[in-house]
């Protein structure tokens, strides 16, 4: 489906050399923020406190988070699971807390909804007693129930972490298969060069405003691969396609024809794709907030890397019609029977 068609195409290769110098320069400032700054790992990496509790009514998000911050948390993870009366907490470890930092800050949550904490014994579904602690109010009713209260060690944290560079290598590699099987292996390089543009460049923004790097991010940056490769693999089908069409062409005109008859899908898919994510960016709440973040950055830069990045390299690298084209051959004359 087309909304427009550009009739004359756009010389993209032209200006391929200054846009990659910019990339280049974007790339290198990402690193240098990603060496001297750092990610800012949240707590499923560098471990911390996990708590569940459950309000009678829709938690006040922003209300915990304050309360929160007037301990001294910076920028502290308040999401809702299950139900809106449901609430998980994830918070660094604090040694100026004490031990029992999980029941320092209960007792703060339970001020600020003005009850009083105590512990309650209730009998599991195994018969057992079990005691957890409640804020009350006056006439004894809850207010805000502890469901439960987990510690995630730093052990755990690097676990998370390596488990996530090694999913991000495996899918960095199954991409290069991939598009060597599929296309060519001048393809496969580009597109990786692009694709590790595209994640580079995500990161080095979380290290420069130090975002919060969690679980939920690194799954918006796999996402991200997934989604620059598609782009990448429909310019480069449109490449193979328009070299088989157009023989007279040379390379240049080849992938600058490919992409600006691409343009339309482009617009549209990457249009209604930002539109969901700017959806979930402002009206998504905290929870979402650095996952949209991190997708509409990828985004943006996927666009940019396809055109700009992935097609000059396989460009620069000397793909030709050959690589692509198998030329035909020629039927021998004496293919057949000879009596």
């Avoid at 301990?71 to 809702?80: A, I, K, M, R, T």
Wanted: glycine share 6%; aromatic share 10%.
């Amino acid at each position: 489906m087309e909304f427009f068609k550009i009739k004359r195409d756009i010389p993209f290769m032209r200006y391929a050399l200054v846009f990659n110098v910019i990339s280049a320069l974007t790339f290198v400032a990402a690193v240098f923020f990603l060496v001297t700054k750092g990610l800012h790992y949240s707590v499923e990496f560098t471990g911390g406190t996990v708590m569940e509790l459950r309000y009678p009514h829709a938690a006040d998000q922003e209300k915990i988070r304050h309360s929160l911050e007037k301990l001294g948390f910076e920028q502290p993870e308040v999401s809702s699971f299950g139900t809106a009366q449901d609430v998980m907490l994830r918070l660094p470890t604090r040694h100026d807390l004490g031990a029992n930092s999980s029941a320092t800050v209960f007792n703060a949550l339970c001020a600020a909804e003005n009850g009083t904490p105590k512990q309650v014994h209730e009998t599991n579904a195994k018969g057992e007693d079990v005691a957890h602690a409640s804020c009350v109010n006056a006439a004894g009713a809850e207010l805000v129930g502890l469901q439960r209260v987990e510690f995630v060690g730093p052990q755990v944290g690097e676990e998370l972490a390596q488990n996530g560079l090694n999913a991000l290598l495996m899918v960095v590699v199954g991409v290069m298969i991939y598009l060597a099987v599929r296309f060519e292996w001048k393809f496969a390089v580009a597109a990786i060069f692009a694709n590790m543009h595209d994640v580079v460049i995500i990161l080095g923004f979380f290290a420069f405003f130090q975002w919060e790097f969690s679980l939920t991010v690194l799954a918006a940056v796999l996402a991200v691969l997934g989604y620059s490769v598609n782009e990448s693999v429909v310019i480069f089908d449109r490449i193979r396609e328009t070299f088989r069409k157009q023989r007279k062409m040379s390379v240049t005109e080849v992938i600058d024809h490919a992409i600006t008859s691409t343009m339309s899908r482009t617009i549209i898919t990457h249009g209604c794709t930002e539109m969901m994510v700017l959806s979930m960016l402002f009206f998504g709440g905290m929870t979402l907030h650095y996952f949209a973040i991190a997708l509409t950055i990828g985004i943006l830069f996927g666009i940019y890397s396809s055109v700009f990045v992935a097609a000059a390299i396989a460009m620069w690298l000397g793909v030709k019609r050959e690589d692509l084209v198998k030329p035909a051959k020629e039927r021998d004359e004496t293919d057949g029977a000879v009596v």
